[in-house]
């Protein structure tokens, strides 16, 4: 006979367990509409893979993992994919969340699949692997993915104990109980799944000593097995993982630490039944059994329904009456939270739906001041202190909370019901764990950030340096060449080639005769060739790009001609020729550019010099502004203000038009017209000032 240990705390309510027992399970059927939230699990949510419009089979994947703590998700039935849309999901927050909605077609065809033949043939990589893809969650009702917990990390030790949950400790709730009175051969089998996957030196099944009928079940299906069926005494929440390692091991789960650390790893019969069904059968998790109980519930019973069946259609099966019902919940009365929308789905941790009416689970009384009875120190089955966490978590002093083991809490809600002043404690812990679990995510990210702006500062400091050094070795360099020089070695001096370069572009020599820097002479002749074109007048500017195209023109053919007297490829000489029939059409626009404006191809008297006629026009210009009178600072003004606002007409033209076509220089040309009309306003307040 095993020896059954005690847990601190712990309470006794109202089993209620009788009303959804009477009768065997039942399958719920197929709805016309179902819906999948892409977070029915802890750790990311999926991420759909599927489009609308899409048709779909059953067992079909709609959802991938989308990282390493997160499963995937099945299409439950057949039929087409309408929307992938935020809906109404079964959360406390009430918050609508991205979803997959299907129309079913009625047929419920499935895809292809098939089980293993022989599991102990499989890697165990491989065989995790199976479990992964089929989308299995932890169905107790926390969603952890299964894969991630039987794929330990062999660095937390070996695995000396697997541990089967069949406890289902809540009040109402009975999802569990059933399935274990009807398939406890299959709970079974899947037991061997996990023990050819962990090998663990012994095998326990945990059941509180209400169930006789699944007990006995259990035990007939394992007999001659090395499974020991440990029966224990009711008490709530014996059920929660911790709790139940104490009570059938006598260990105790280190604070912060997982099973694994202790060499356990815990899992509900309703996941090992999943495992069951999909290495056995190929069949992924898109069914569940769910308890629908409470006194207003005509026919409370429970049904094997599909995952994102509304759960208003499992309600109507159930003879749901809304006007009885004080409110409906997801889960048990302890653990379980507020449905605000009746058509939200069923999905993997929906174990029940309970709806009670008000006589059987009247309103909470309003909460009244602390009286420091104890009590909720006494019903903890984590052996925390819940009145000191209290007070901590409404003066938000988290860093006490977490060195009074805040996140130990399992939410139990035992405190609660023990609390003869009606504190919700359970909710102000709940409050204070997602403020601290925000203010660490807030951290991380700065941190990163703060690693991120140090990398940076690193990089351009050693660029810095890189750049010294780079100066540092060509100063050296250049005073070597000076030393040189200046030692009468035929060297020239550097310093005294640049003066007299400089000497030479000051008494206007277009191109040094003896310049010792060529490339600096090649700048200083385009420089020259470019102020000559700017100040070429408008005609004279128009011919000279007419003659620079008809010279491109000319080379194209030529090039063209040669490539295919030479027998070039095909396209070398199909890209030729648009060349050139492009250079012809810029001509023919060109030529008739310069008709519109009355200018002559080839005037009588065309300037022999263009850079000799541009700078007399500008030393013309000079002259007449010169001869000019004066203007007096008011006139000046006014001048600049015109001068000002064609500008900025000219810039406001050029952005409305770049944000039409989404151009890149959107955002320079908006810092123009903001400097334009600062300019303006400015201008505007030196002619107002002066005229007052």
């Known amino acids: 006979m095993r020896k059954i240990y005690d847990i601190h705390g712990g309470i006794h309510p109202l089993e209620n367990k009788h009303q959804s027992l009477q009768v065997s399970s039942t399958p719920a059927g197929i709805p016309p509409q179902l819906f999948y939230p892409l977070s029915q699990h802890i750790g990311a949510p999926a991420k759909a893979v599927v489009s609308v419009g899409q048709k779909v089979l059953k067992g079909e994947l709609l959802a991938a993992a989308d990282g390493f703590i997160s499963v995937p998700i099945h299409a439950s039935t057949s039929g087409v994919i309408t929307a992938i849309e935020p809906r109404p999901v079964p959360h406390p927050s009430a918050m609508p969340a991205p979803c997959i909605v299907l129309d079913s077609d009625g047929l419920d065809t499935w895809i292809e699949h098939s089980g293993v033949e022989d599991y102990t043939q499989l890697e165990r990589s491989a065989l995790l692997q199976l479990i992964r893809d089929s989308g299995i969650a932890g169905m107790g009702g926390a969603g952890f993915p299964a894969a991630v917990k039987l794929g330990v990390n062999p660095e937390r030790g070996r695995i000396n104990t697997l541990l089967i ?27 061997h799944i996990l023990t050819h996957l962990v090998e663990p030196t012994e095998i326990l099944l945990g059941i ?14 394992a007999a001659g097995t090395a499974i020991d069926i440990v029966v224990f005494p009711t008490k709530y929440p014996s059920g929660g993982e911790k709790q139940l390692i104490e009570i059938v091991t006598g260990k105790q789960v280190p604070s912060g630490g997982l099973p694994a650390d202790i060499g356990i790893v815990c899992q509900n019969v309703g996941t090992i039944y999943a495992i069951y069904r999909a290495v056995t059968y190929g069949e992924p998790l898109i069914s569940r059994m769910t308890t629908v109980t409470g006194n207003a519930a005509a026919h409370p019973r429970n049904y094997e329904v599909l995952l994102g069946t509304p759960m208003s259609w499992l309600l109507d099966l159930a003879g749901y009456d809304a006007k009885r019902n004080q409110r409906l919940m997801m ?106 679990v925000q203010m660490r995510n807030d951290h991380a990210k700065s941190e990163h950030s703060r690693t991120r702006f140090e990398a940076r500062q690193e990089r351009l400091d050693r660029e810095a340096a890189e750049k010294e050094a780079q100066r540092a070795t060509r100063k050296a360099a250049a005073e070597q060449r000076a030393r040189d020089a200046a030692a009468g070695d035929g060297v020239e001096d550097p310093v005294q080639a ?42 004279d500017k128009a011919r000279q790009d007419l003659q620079k195209l008809r010279e491109r023109a000319e080379k194209s053919r030529a090039r063209l001609t040669e490539s295919r007297e030479a027998g070039a490829q095909d396209k070398v000489i199909e890209a030729l020729d648009a060349s050139v029939l492009k250079l012809d059409e810029k001509i023919a626009t060109a ?38 009178p004066a203007l007096s600072p008011r006139e000046q003004l006014q001048k600049n203000l015109q001068s000002v606002e064609k500008s900025l007409q000219k810039a406001t033209a050029k952005l409305a038009e770049a944000e039409q076509e989404n151009s890149d220089k959107v955002e320079v040309l908006q810092q123009s017209v903001q400097k334009l009309t600062t300019k303006q306003s400015q201008v505007q307040a030196e002619l107002t000032a002066l005229e007052d």
């Open 498 to 539: 640049a003066i007299a370069r400089a000497k030479a572009k000051k008494a206007g020599q277009a191109e040094p005769a003896a310049s010792a820097d060529p490339a600096q002479a090649a700048i200083e002749k385009a420089k020259a060739t470019r102020a000559a074109s700017a100040d070429l007048a408008p005609e």
């Open 165 to 191: 949950n069949g406890t289902e400790c809540e009040p109402y709730i009975t999802a569990d109980d059933i399935l274990m009175r009807e398939q406890a051969e299959a709970i079974i089998a899947g037991i």
């Open 208 to 221: 509180e000593d209400n169930k006789p009928e699944a007990i006995a079940a259990l035990r007939a299906a």
């Open 331 to 436: 889960g048990g009365p302890m653990m379980g939270f507020t449905i605000t929308d009746p058509s939200v789905p069923v999905v993997k941790t929906t174990n029940c739906l309970l709806a009670p009416t008000v006589e059987e689970l009247p309103a909470p009384d309003p909460a009244q001041a602390c009286i420091r009875c104890g009590m909720c120190a006494e019903a903890c089955p984590a052996s925390l202190l819940p009145q000191q966490m209290y007070w901590f978590a409404q003066g938000k002093e988290f860093e006490k909370l977490e060195a009074h083991n805040l996140f130990d809490c399992i939410e139990c809600g035992a405190c609660s019901y023990v609390c003869p002043s009606n504190i919700p404690l359970v909710q102000y812990y709940r409050a204070a764990k997602a403020e601290i």
């Open 591 to 628: 030529v008739a550019a310069m008709a519109d404006q009355g200018w002559s191809e080839n005037p009588q008297q065309a300037p022999a010099d263009p850079a000799q006629a541009a700078i007399e026009r500008a030393l013309a210009k000079r002259a007449a502004q010169a001869a000019a």
